[in-house]
Every structure is written in structure tokens, then in C-alpha cells.
């Protein structure tokens, strides 16, 4: 209705067009995306911030130079609403300092989340001989075991909630944090204002946005050369703190408290062969959805679980199986489970399926952590190139497509010759507790062994540049 009373409303076709992709509406999305890009273009013509957000734009568009234009105006506007509070932080003595360096963790879901499943061993492993670790929460209490966990293990967790920008920032300084690092970016939640103060030497990006903030406030983005080639350079704002592995951390060592066996259930020969793909709603599109049908039709007696989160999507997916000549029952729709819940039922899936514009990322994860391998599509920019990097780090850069038509044969092939799935999930199996993607205490030394080159660099009085963490 707001488009019909004014055309030209862009915040409206923002918001419409992320409806339609968390619905899979594709067919009511075409139009309404193409005028919202024509509206984002003549906003950023105009040296203006369109209403079209970063993250809702890197979903749409594997185009690294579009999405650091867009990333950019909206880091301006960050920088243009704090402008006039100019509270002076200065670090002129901090290059003079001994250790520990403080680490400041700055971010929106530190509770049942997926970023806090992820992160959920790190702050305890830290060294406490070199760093001192606090969070810095702006997101709300949830009880959960992960917000509980994440306070006992930092050293000191403190609630923004209810403070400005300019007071959690001034907090954040008063802490003397030496190295601030957002977990957020432009996602919802985020408050770069707090960051655009400058309250900390060194501002560091990891994990939340997959991408540039395109903001000159930020020093570095944790990342690895998959998900970001050093030719993606010219697209991000920030200099790469390259890891060895994947720049995902993760910990499944403990789900909710509880170790999650892998160990394989007994199939019969008649039993479904499940595909599976619990990637958000908004993540699948028609490209690999239609792929997606192509691989049903050429593996009989296969299904496909999916977990959407709107009952349009459900409506609509079926639908479009239907168009593609695929029975919509053999698309099995299954509910939101707690992460431990979730780890367990995995294990009945055969192979996952990836999205392609944006990757599982920590879906991905989930799904090799419980013996599930995972064939995805190697993208143009770093939503796209997620699971790529994971898939590497442990061990199976075999199942990564560089097409779809490719994406298409290898799953096919990997349904019909059980034998070469029984080897993947043996591979899988082994590979798991040796190689780099799980081991969260050699990824900790790691980043921290970038912290510390950060922050050498800072004493040096040098400025940002480029790390490579080698290890040793």
C-alpha cells in the first residue's frame, strides 16, 4: 500500500523485497527487486545512503564492488550521524604498554544464537598470559546456557543495553581496550556508531556481516584466502588479517553441555535417500532451487528436508516443485529444534545441499560436525565462498563445485554410488577430530597470534596493513 501512495518509496521495497525472498514469493519479486536497484543506484549516484541495507544487498548480489558501494554509503551515514559528539580518545601511552592487551568483543548476540554457537569456546581458551578478555553485550538477557557460558569465561562482560553510542564508547575507552572487535557489522543489531567514535587503537570486523563494512573506522576483517582472495582487496575498506584455515571459528565439542555422537544409523535399502539443506528461507533462490528439483528427478526415492520459518515459504516451495514436475511431498518441511536437538536429527540426513548466493556458513558447519557431508558452489564474493573455506579446512575440498551443472553431477553421483558416500562420511569421520575446522584451540592461537601482530604493528606506530598468520 505504501508503494501504491508513493512509487518512489524505497524504504517500502526494501522491506518487500526481503519479505518476498523469506516467503520464496519469486515470482512477485522480480519487479519490485528491479526497482529497488533502480532505487539504490540513483541514491548512490547521488552521494546519498539508499535504503537498501548491506546485508539485504550482498544477498541479492555476488558482486563484491556493488556491495562495497552500497556497504560504504551506509558506513557514511554511520560516521554522519555521530559527527557532531567528538569525544577525544587518545592511545598515545598505550604503545608504551606491557602486556596483557585487552581484547574488547563487541556484539549483539551473546545469547542463543547462531554467532554465540560458534564462538562459544573461545573466550575461555584465551591465554591470560598475553590477553584480557571482555564483552561487551547490546543485545538482551535470554537465560541461555551460551549467555551464561560467555560471562563465566571473559574476564569481564558488561550490558550496553540502555546506553548511547557515545556512552558505551566512552565505557569501552575507559576500559582501555586495545583491540575492539565487532562481531556484527551491518546486521541487525549493530551498533557501528559505537565503533565509529574510535574508541579502541585497533578496531578489528570478524563474523555478523560477510563482507566490507566499507567503513575507514575499521582496521582489519578477520578472514581467510578463500573467502576473500587477495584480488578481493580492492573491494574492502578493511585490510585482511589472513588465517591459515577457515576464518570460521568453531566449537561443537559441547552442544548445550552434551557431546554429540556421529556414529551412523542403520539404513534399509528401501528407506528415502535425504538430502537436506537448513539453510534460511531467504538464502534459497530459483537458480539452485531448480537444481535442486533436477537432482530429485534423477534420484529416485529421495526427498528433501528443508527448515523454513514462514508458512508462505512452505506454500510456495511446494508450488514450485510442482512447476519443476517434482510431487511436493518428497519436499519433507521440518521444525526450529534446540542446537543440541538439531545435531541429532542431522545425523539421519544422507547429504546436504548448500544455497548459493549466500552459504550455510555455520549450517555447514553443523551438518559435517554430525557426519553429514555437504556439497556446495564456490561464488564471487565472500557469502558465496563460505562453505568452499570450510569445506577445505576440513579436508574435502572434493566437494566443492565451481558449477552448477557440476554442483548437479556430484550430488547425483554421490546418491547413486553408495559406496562413494560411504567413504566421504568415512573420510568425514576421521577427518573431523584431525583436521583444522574443529580444533578450536589451535584456532585461538591463531588469531591471537594476529592480535598480537595488530597490535606490534600499532607500537611500531606503523600503519594498518596486511597479516598473514603462519603457523608454527
Not at 589472513?242 to 528407506?271: K, M
Not at 510431487?327 to 541429532?344: M, Q, T
Not at 562420511?425 to 597470534?449: S, Y
Request: aromatic content about 10%; charged content about 25%.
Amino acid at each position: 500500500r505504501a508503494i501504491e501512495l508513493d512509487p518512489d518509496y524505497a524504504s517500502a521495497y526494501r522491506h518487500l523485497v526481503h519479505q518476498l525472498q523469506k516467503d520464496c514469493s519469486w515470482s512477485q519479486m522480480e519487479a519490485p527487486a528491479a526497482e529497488l536497484d533502480r532505487l539504490t543506484k540513483a541514491s548512490l549516484d547521488a552521494g546519498v545512503r539508499p535504503a537498501e541495507d548491506p546485508f539485504l544487498n550482498l544477498t541479492r548480489h555476488p558482486n563484491p564492488a556493488r556491495n562495497l558501494a552500497v556497504a560504504r554509503a551506509w558506513s557514511a551515514d554511520v560516521v554522519r550521524r555521530v559527527a557532531d559528539l567528538k569525544p577525544v580518545f587518545s592511545f598515545d601511552d598505550r604503545r608504551f604498554r606491557s602486556k596483557p592487551i585487552t581484547i574488547g568483543y563487541l556484539s549483539h548476540n551473546f545469547h542463543d544464537h547462531p554467532m554465540a554457537h560458534l564462538m562459544i569456546g573461545l573466550f575461555g581458551l584465551h591465554n591470560r598470559n598475553t590477553f584480557k578478555i571482555n564483552c561487551y553485550s547490546c543485545g538482551g538477557e535470554d537465560h541461555s546456557y551460551y549467555r551464561r557460558r560467555i560471562r563465566r569465561d571473559c574476564d569481564k562482560f558488561v550490558d550496553l543495553h540502555g546506553k548511547s553510542h557515545l556512552e558505551a564508547a566512552q565505557t569501552i575507552y575507559q576500559d582501555r581496550v586495545d583491540i575492539l572487535v565487532d562481531l556484527m557489522g551491518h546486521t541487525r543489531g549493530s551498533r557501528m556508531e559505537i565503533c565509529a567514535f574510535r574508541p579502541a587503537p585497533i578496531q578489528v570486523r570478524y563474523l555478523g556481516l560477510a563482507g566490507t563494512t566499507g567503513a575507514d573506522f575499521f582496521d582489519y576483517i578477520i578472514t581467510d584466502k578463500i573467502v576473500t582472495p587477495r584480488a578481493h582487496a580492492p573491494y574492502y575498506t578493511e585490510n585482511f588479517a589472513y588465517l591459515p584455515h577457515c576464518y570460521q571459528i568453531n566449537d561443537y565439542r559441547h552442544a548445550d553441555g552434551d557431546e554429540i555422537s556421529v556414529a551412523g544409523q542403520s539404513r534399509l535399502p528401501t528407506d528415502p535417500f535425504i538430502f537436506c539443506s537448513f539453510n534460511q528461507d531467504y538464502k534459497i533462490e530459483p537458480v539452485m532451487f531448480d537444481c535442486w528439483m533436477q537432482i530429485l528427478r534423477r534420484v529416485p526415492n529421495s526427498i528433501l528436508w528443508l527448515m523454513v520459518r514462514h508458512k508462505a515459504a512452505v506454500e510456495n516451495l511446494s508450488i514450485e516443485a510442482r512447476k519443476r514436475g517434482i510431487d511436493p511431498d518428497r519436499l519433507v518441511f521440518v521444525a526450529r529444534r534446540s542446537k543440541s536437538e538439531h545435531l541429532a536429527r542431522l545425523k539421519n540426513a544422507d547429504l546436504a545441499l548448500d544455497t548459493r548466493i549466500v552459504n550455510g556458513a555455520a549450517t555447514t558447519s553443523d551438518a559435517l560436525w554430525a557426519g553429514v557431508p555437504v556439497i556446495t558452489l564456490e561464488g564471487a564474493h565472500f557469502a558465496s565462498r563460505m562453505s568452499a573455506s570450510i569445506l577445505t579446512a576440513v579436508g574435502l575440498p572434493e566437494l566443492i563445485a565451481n558449477s552448477i551443472e557440476e554442483y548437479k553431477a556430484m550430488a547425483v553421483q554421490t546418491a547413486l554410488e553408495r559406496d562413494r558416500l560411504a567413504g566421504l562420511r568415512q573420510k568425514l569421520a576421521q577427518n573431523r577430530l584431525t583436521e583444522p575446522l574443529f580444533d578450536t584451540p589451535r584456532f585461538v592461537v591463531n588469531l591471537e597470534n594476529a592480535y598480537t601482530e595488530m597490535w606490534e604493528i600499532f607500537k611500531s606506530d606503523f600503519k594498518p596493513r596486511r597479516i598473514e598468520v603462519i603457523e608454527s
